[in-house]
């Protein structure tokens, strides 16, 4: 597996990837303001993605690098990746690449009671990252619950 910045022609790994979650995240693939998040950031390079030695695309994540609070906007892997390591290595390529202490990194994943938390597995990954919930997060589109997880960086 690779991690590298993400380029135009992934634009459309995203999308697949979106398909994978909608059902926990409300509709993206069809939304121009999805699109238009997903090719800001892949401009600003601020986009990776994780792909396999066939340049099939494993993960991708969406990253605000702007201290002192850092901001993981996306970040999904591949239903059949998930528990391989890609969504850790994601995240330790974001952090080496993109932050710079004293601060924190964010992320608004699932509300305990939301369907999506124990079947993502989302909050068990950013807990086992460092990451510790804080407070509640308005709710997602598709009307579930949200909370933002934070981890401090020296």
Same mark, same amino acid.
């Given at each position: 597996?690779?991690?590298?910045?993400?380029?135009?022609?992934?634009?459309?790994?995203?999308?697949?990837?979106?398909?994978?979650?909608?059902?926990?995240? &409300? *509709?993206?693939?069809?939304?121009?303001?999805?699109?238009? !998040?997903?090719?800001?950031?892949?401009?600003? @390079?601020? /986009?990776? +993605?994780?792909?396999?030695?066939?340049?099939?695309?494993?993960?991708?994540?969406?990253?605000?690098?702007?201290?002192?609070?850092?901001?993981?906007?996306?970040?999904?892997?591949?239903?059949?990746?998930?528990?391989?390591?890609?969504?850790?290595?994601?995240?330790?390529?974001?952090?080496?690449?993109?932050?710079? &202490? *004293?601060?924190?990194?964010?992320?608004?994943?699932?509300? !305990?009671?939301?369907?999506?938390?124990?079947? @993502?597995? /989302?909050? +068990?990954?950013?807990?086992?990252?460092?990451?510790?919930?804080?407070?509640?997060?308005?709710?997602?589109?598709?009307?579930?619950?949200?909370?933002?997880?934070?981890?401090?960086?020296?």
């Amino acid at each position: 597996m690779i991690v590298r910045l993400a380029r135009e022609q992934d634009f459309s790994g995203f999308l697949g990837l979106a398909a994978q979650v909608e059902q926990w995240f &409300g *509709p993206m693939v069809e939304d121009p303001g999805f699109h238009s !998040a997903v090719k800001k950031h892949i401009r600003r @390079s601020t /986009a990776l +993605v994780a792909v396999s030695s066939g340049l099939d695309l494993l993960g991708g994540l969406l990253f605000s690098a702007k201290a002192p609070t850092y901001h993981v906007h996306w970040l999904v892997v591949s239903e059949k990746e998930r528990g391989k390591g890609a969504g850790r290595a994601l995240m330790a390529e974001a952090t080496r690449r993109f932050v710079r &202490g *004293p601060g924190s990194i964010e992320v608004i994943t699932f509300g !305990a009671d939301h369907p999506g938390a124990v079947a @993502s597995g /989302a909050r +068990v990954f950013y807990e086992c990252l460092g990451f510790a919930p804080a407070e509640a997060a308005d709710p997602g589109p598709e009307g579930g619950s949200r909370q933002i997880y934070r981890r401090a960086v020296t």
